[in-house]
Structures are given as C-alpha cells and as structure tokens.
C-alpha cells in the first residue's frame, strides 16, 4: 500500500549481525544489513527507510549520519560507549543484550510513529491538494484525519466519514479523492438526503428512454458520471431501504443496470459515504441495513466537532477570512478579545457557523477590526469595556443645537399658534426663539441643568441611572455635574 519499510543493521561483527538478523527475520521485519565501510552507500540505497541499527561502536561516520538525518530515528544496540551520540533526540531506543522480542516490536512501532508525527509532513502533504489546506487546524484530532487521509487516500478502500453537520465531511472526501490515484477522474457528489427516494436509483443509476413517465431520452447516473472516479455519498442514512439493498448489491458485484435496462453496466467507482446520524442505532432499529454498514464502513473517518479542538479557530479564521478576501476582495479582522470570545462558543453549526459569522462580520464591518462588543450577543463570551469616545464640548453643543431644532416647521407653528399668547408663551419654553433674542449657549446651559437636576432628583441621586435616564455614559455626567457644581443632593 505504501511499501514496506526496511531496516538497515550495521555491524563489523558478523556473528551478532547474523543473530539480529534471525531475530528481525522471526519477527517480519524487511531488513539489510552491511559493516561500517559500507553504511554511507547502503543508507541512500534504500528508498523507504525505517530505522538504522547501529551496534558496537558509534563511529564518527555514524554520529555524522545520526546528526545529519534528524527525519530519521535511529536504534543503538549493544553500544559500550554511547556518549557521542547521547543529546541526538533521533535516537530513540537501545535494544537489550540478549534481544528482547516485546522490547524490538515497541522500538519498532516507535520507529514508525516517529515517521508518521514527524513535523512538517502535514504541511508538505498540502502541496498535493488546494482544498487540503482547508483542514487546517494543530490539535491532535485534526492531526490524526490529516493522517487517516494520507493513509488511505492511496488504496481503493471504501470510506465512511462520520461527525456533526459543518464539520466538513465533503472537504475530507475532496481530499480522499485528490489524493489519490483517481484525482484526474471526476469526483461526483450526491446528497442522499436531497432527493425524493423515487427519483434516488434513477439519479445513481440512470434510465433507458421510456422507463418511466418523463423519461424521453436515456440518462446516465451518477455512477457512470463518476467511472473511474469518486463517487461521494453524502447522508447515506437518509437512503431508504430499498436503496440501501440495490447499493449493496453495487458495491458487491461491481456491476448495475440503469432503471428500465437489462445491460449490466460495470462500476470502477470508488465509494466515500457520509453521515451525521449514528448508523449502529438505525441498525438497531432497523432504519439502516448491518451488511450495508459493514461494507461502507472498511476505512471510518470522524471528523471533529469544532468545540473539542477550540485551539485551531484562530487558525480557521485565518484561513476562513483569506478565502472571503480572495473571493469578494472584502476582509475583516479580529481583536486577540474577541477570538478569545470565540474560542469559548459551543459551536453547534461547527465550522459552517463560524463562516456564516464571519461573512456577517464582513457586511457589518468590512475592512475594519471587530471586538467582542461588536460581535453578536450569542457570541460575547468575555466581559469587555466597551470604548465610547469623549468628543469635545463644541460637537456636543452642536448636537444638541441639532436635535433641539430638527424637523422643527416655523411657518406650521406658526398657524397652529396664531393670536393665542398663551400658547405662543407655552411654545416658547419648547424651543421658539423669542422676539428680543436670547444667549443660546446660557439657555442651552440652563437647559442642561435642569435636565440633569430632574433625572438626579428621580434617580435620588443615583449617578449610574441618571446617565441612563440622559443616554449618555456616567464619566460623562460626573463631569458635567463638576462643570455645573452640581451635587447628588
């Protein structure tokens, strides 16, 4: 599948090479070995490399090697003198003396497991793909799909993805498919979930002309559009059973027949399914066949739901954000507050959410930067200040000079008023300006004055409230009662 890895033995001794090669032999394990003239040669013979094992003595062509391969682990066996080589992380074990059969597997397995975590080799991965990039993400569960992708993405196994709805079960399947030796073939979706059960086996299978009322033509399925390819069943729990028996029937003969036809039509389809529901209760209640389950579910993928690895939304943000940017040319940004706000969201849709908010941040506030307290209540998970700037005294007064005369009709008061002095002098007091003048900025002053006297004298001098009462922050008022040399009282 991905070729079997070999060790290479290096030993001047030949009896203890023999002996170690009996113990690997017995064991399975591929191997070469060589003495120490031949360790330069021999280490880049070999193609699929696991380990090296050295033994004796650690030359100072074998500490060079050691020090120059830091991708590779190296094993030390029966070494007296290990000092040259003791701060080198590469080597990983040291075999007992005599060999043990326990300790030599789980030297082994730690040799592979050194190969498969090995830093970067998810990164150098993405360069096959561009979607593989949108799996982005450093907690251990989206290290370990990167990893299931990568090792079965080569091999023609079936494939079930399984996780919440958002948490991107088609994105794993795009990479299945990229991945892997059909990429050039087409990579055909079907949402299982979206299509009346009816029309479900014409729309996998086809139809010859006339097979049905509205069938004026022959019509290939999607199994044919996906020869060669990738056939994505998304929502396999939602077929209906007497799909799920034709399926199985598919993925055991390999071979179908379009509805109304009686040609058997070979399928060389690869099959990667989804769903969000759990397939093992629908069996029991007989909602979803075990055989049907059994044959999807060779290769099962669980795709994690965002709030069990909140460490990677910053970096989906990122990602999620350079994707908007690169599509509308329109972008957003975020306060270290409020990804740690976000951090802390359940996150119910998942990944699909936090792109939905995102594309909302950018209509509200593009091209600006967001805070928690901009950000949706459902998503203010951290207590912030929210800043309000303090503007100076004139834009204030204007302001108020704007609000005091907006929408106010001279020529209508005027009519409404004519001949009545008691109305005139009642309207007086609401803002019309008297026959002899007045100072505007006192009258506004006095107006403010009163004003702040009411609300304190309803509020019993509660500043807190009485700025509620005014619409305006308590600093604010605090400072305007020293202006005034008012008191709480």
Known sequence: MHGQKHILVVDNDAVRRHQLETVLAFVGEHFESCNEEELASSFKGIDNLLTVIFTGNISEQAEELIRANPSYPFILHDVVDQHAVENCANVIGDLSVPLNYAQLTEIVHHCHQYHNKL???NQKSAGHTKLFRSLVGVSKPMQQVRFLIEQVATTAANVLILGESGTGKEVVARNIHNLSDRAKAPFVPVNCGAIPGELLESELFGHEKGAFTGAISTRKGRFELAEGGTLFLDEIGDMPQPMQVKLLRVLQER????????????ANVRIVAATHQHLEDMIKSGDFREDLFYRLNVFPIETPALRERKEDVPLLLQELVSRFEAEQNQSVRFTEKAIESLMEHPWAGNVRELSNLIERMIIMYGEQVVNVSELPAKYQHIDVEEYEPEYPEELQEREAINE???????????????????????????????SDGLNLKEHLAELEISL?????????????RSAELLGMRRTTLVEKMKKYNLSKD
């Open 255 to 266: 071979t179908f027949e379009r509805v109304g036809g009686s040609k058997s039509i070979k």
């Open 404 to 434: 005091l005369f907006a929408g106010f009709d001279y020529e209508e008061e005027d009519e409404e008023h004519s001949g009545d002095s008691s109305l005139e002098n009642e309207g007086s007091s609401a803002g019309i300006l008297p």
């Open 452 to 464: 702040i006297s009411q609300a304190l004298e309803k509020t019993e001098g509660v500043v807190a």
């Open 119 to 121: 830093p970067n080799k």
